[in-house]
């Protein structure tokens, strides 16, 4: 597909067994089907992950003014 954003695939990992130096042991991936581009974001708990999505849709209707069509997980 060839329309930015219309496709974003997303993954969710963790727990780690470690945390890093700011806590975070889960973190979610967000990819743009189009390019390929790859956003990831850190979280403390896995129930960070709803919030962090609504997060990355407001970021990406501000900064490209485009929305997401479809998620794939």
Do not use: E
């Not at 990992?13 to 974001?41: E, H, K, M």
């Amino acid at each position: 597909m060839t329309i930015l954003f219309a496709i974003i695939h997303s993954d969710v990992w963790g727990p780690s067994l470690v945390q890093n130096i700011f806590g975070a042991r889960w973190f979610v991936s967000f990819i743009n089907d189009c390019t390929r581009v790859t956003w990831v974001y850190l979280l403390k708990q896995k129930s960070d992950v709803s919030s962090t999505f609504q997060n990355f849709f407001q970021m990406v209707k501000n900064q490209f003014g485009v929305d997401i069509k479809s998620s794939v997980r």
